[in-house]
Nanobody
């Protein structure tokens, strides 16, 4: 397993969760890292991405201002801090990695995927 996501769970609306993604491959420190999510019956969608150095981050409009992506290359970790959660945030969240540095919101750009962690937000 090259990417392992964790930290999902069940929370009430307005609550917070922190997702973590561990990389077992050190060269992933040079990859763009991202989080995607997939709700039941829907396509996988982009949530957030962070550049290899961590100096740039990108967010989907639906979560902007509520979620924060960060990374610790020394620990081969990437995180997604999720605040003010809404029921529509309910989904399986996946971490992903790509050597590409553009088109970061496109699923097909990512070569490596974690197994997903379920986030359930109740109203």
């Amino acid at each position: 397993v090259q990417l392992q996501a964790s930290g999902g769970g069940a929370v009430q609306a307005g609550g917070s969760l922190r997702l973590s993604c561990a990389s077992s491959v050190r060269t992933f420190s040079w990859h763009t890292k991202a989080w995607f999510r997939q709700a039941p019956g829907k396509e996988r969608e982009f949530v957030a991405a962070i550049s290899p150095s961590g100096s740039s981050s990108y967010y989907a409009d639906a979560i902007k201002g509520r979620f924060t992506i960060s990374r610790d290359n020394a620990k081969n970790m990437v995180y997604l801090e999720m605040n003010s959660l809404k029921p529509e945030d309910t989904a399986v969240y996946f971490c992903a990695a790509t050597p590409a540095t553009n088109r970061y919101s496109e699923v097909l750009q990512y070569d490596y995927w974690g197994q997903g962690t379920l986030v359930t937000v109740s109203s």
